[in-house]
């Protein structure tokens, strides 16, 4: 059992903020209207004072990290056409569509082989040609030149593609991917889960329910998982909460999610950036911090939530230390999805300045494997890059 929350209360100005406090130190489960709440509240820092004793109620001080690398195998796409937020997806003859090979995987992944690399994060577009066969090579191979490292790919919306394409059901893919040597699922595809949303953002992707009911297959198999939600498009507040609830409930049913891990919308090089004029116009630190905290509040049975520093900057993500965030995305190698949405951040952090960026929040480091355990919290002066070539 946690700790009980301490809650800072003299920290917190807004009445609404300090009343929830109230129910938080008492253990009180949050609702939706709580939830909505605190969205509007204008009181930030009360917020986020209140997000962070309940971490580290949880959590103690300590942020980890994890030392992976993103492998994209491929960005061709059916939704090409219909997922108006990516500026990923090529279709198959399109100029800058490309499918790797299996050796193109595997070198790819030989930053793996110094033995730095604990993870592999593998997710692309939804390939007819990339079936069951593709990926269950892929990952034997993996395994088998890299037994060292953890294997955590394909999100819900990938998993349904290839079902579709084998025409076989959810848990049959799912079957044969871990015999394969699939080890956990990332939590993209997510968006929103609202189907007036999805309509809008992404029609004919996998729907909010489904991809619900992918994530509860994998849990019952033993295979667990991380959620996302994408936000700061054409969302409301009361959507984002509907979504929030959606996954609270299923973490209540099968314990199987790992982190709750909120990305922010790029508007850069896609559609729908150019149908809202807002070409250039990211999410603000102010909602980046506000989503981060409310998760953190809301999702009471989870115990990480986890900050994209890719997505929202380094700089940021530290802040976020204090608004309910006890993870960090890990070293990273070559991420290509949100860069090609006008991400301008780094594609890839060393261990020292990942070291540097937790140290200086008066935070912890811990470097932890794929399941949260720690697996180290002392480091030499000089540490080591972790995963970079």
């Not at 540097?356 to 480091?365: E, Q, Y």
Request: aromatic fraction near 8%; charge should be negative; include cysteine.
């Amino acid at each position: 059992m946690p700790a009980a929350v301490q809650v800072p209360f003299d920290r917190i100005h807004d009445p609404v903020v300090r009343r929830i406090g109230e129910r938080v130190a008492a253990g009180e489960r949050l609702e939706s209207a709580d939830g909505l709440a605190l969205f509007r509240s204008g009181d930030l820092t009360g917020l986020g004072a209140l997000a962070d004793a309940v971490n580290r109620a949880k959590n103690g001080d300590v942020v980890t990290f994890a030392s992976n690398q993103h492998i994209n195998p491929t960005n061709i796409c059916v939704l090409r056409k219909t997922c108006t937020f990516c500026g990923y997806a090529r279709l198959p003859k399109e100029a800058g569509a490309y499918r790797y090979t299996l050796d193109q995987v595997l070198a790819e992944a030989a930053h793996a082989a110094d033995g730095l690399t604990r993870e592999f994060h593998i997710v692309g577009g939804l390939d007819m040609k990339a079936g069951l066969a593709y990926y269950a090579e892929m990952f034997r191979a993996l395994k088998a030149n890299f037994p060292h490292v953890h294997i955590k790919a394909l999100t819900a919306v990938e998993i349904a593609h290839i079902a579709r394409i084998e025409k076989m059901p959810w848990r049959d893919v799912l079957v044969a991917l871990k015999e394969a040597g699939l080890d956990t699922m990332p939590g993209g595809g997510a968006e929103t889960f609202s189907a007036a949303v999805r309509e809008r953002i992404s029609d004919k992707k996998l729907a909010g329910a489904e991809y619900i009911g992918v994530h509860r297959t994998a849990h019952e198999l033993g295979i667990r998982s991380n959620c996302t939600m994408l936000y700061g498009h054409v969302e409301t507040l009361e959507e984002r909460l509907e979504h929030l609830q959606m996954l609270r409930d299923l973490q209540d049913e099968t314990g199987g999610f790992l982190a709750y891990i909120p990305l922010a919308y790029h508007p850069d090089d896609n559609e729908l950036g150019r149908e809202l004029g807002r070409t250039g116009t990211a999410t603000t630190g102010w909602d980046d911090l506000k989503q981060l905290a409310v998760g953190r509040l809301f999702l009471d049975n989870f115990q990480h939530v986890k900050s994209h520093w890719i997505m929202v900057t380094p700089f940021l993500s530290q802040v976020a230390l204090h608004y309910g965030v006890n993870d960090l995305e890990g070293t990273v190698v070559r991420e290509k999805i949100y860069h090609a949405v006008g991400a301008h951040t780094p594609q890839a952090m060393t261990l020292d300045e990942i070291l540097r960026l937790i140290r200086g929040a008066g935070k912890t480091p811990a470097e932890r494997d794929s399941f949260y355990r720690i697996l180290r919290t002392e480091f030499a002066p000089d540490a080591e890059p972790a995963g970079v070539a």
